[in-house]
């Protein structure tokens, strides 16, 4: 299963395709609200921070990018004011803030600088290649050229990023 809809062919036409619709402005605004605890004065105050930031203004109306959105809003009382800023967050949240966030202990045998070394690196290779998929292979090359000392261990590595959601 995937989230990716650049991913199809002939085996997958058993499978069905579900199309998450962008939240109206009327949903958005209900979101907030319920995040923010129907706080008059902070949903005012989100949704103004947002009209500064247009790029953010339409990643909003993503559900689970809005969810994030919030709750990065309600922690710091401010939004990204990039997308490229609101991204890193995700990916460090994802490396583990959310295990912090949420108290969670996983056994967690990489570090969030070590993970994010390799994914800009996988990252940049992917680009390179103009794909949007990774392959093992493609993992291990990354592993080996920026934190070697795990390449033996690459396959722990590899199966963490996939429990983290970041592959």
């Known amino acids: 299963v995937t989230s990716r809809d650049h991913v199809t062919g002939p085996w997958l036409s058993w499978m069905p395709r579900i199309h998450l619709a962008e939240l109206t ?3 958005v605004t209900r979101l ?3 995040w923010l605890d129907n706080d008059t004065k902070e949903v ?6 947002v009209q500064k930031v247009p790029p953010l203004a339409a990643l909003v109306t993503t559900p689970l990018l809005g969810t994030l959105i919030v709750a990065v809003f309600r922690k710091t009382r ?18 583990g803030g959310w295990d912090i966030v949420k108290q ?14 390799v994914l800009t690196r996988l990252a940049a290779q ?4 103009t794909t949007r998929d990774c392959t093992e292979e493609d993992f291990k090359v990354a592993l080996d050229d920026t934190l070697s000392s795990f390449s033996q261990d690459w396959l722990s590595f590899f199966n963490e990023l996939l429990e983290d959601g970041l592959l």
Do not use: W
Not at 78 to 94: G, H, M, N, R, W
Not at 126 to 129: C, G, K, Y
């Open 25 to 27: 402005q009327k949903k």
């Open 32 to 34: 907030v609200s319920n």
């Open 44 to 49: 005012r105050e989100f949704f103004s921070q």
């Open 78 to 95: 401010t939004i990204p004011q990039s997308k490229v800023t609101l991204y890193a967050l995700f990916v460090e949240l994802l490396c």
């Open 104 to 117: 969670v202990k996983r056994d967690s045998r990489f570090g969030v600088q070590d993970k994010m070394t």
């Open 126 to 129: 992917l680009h390179v290649q």
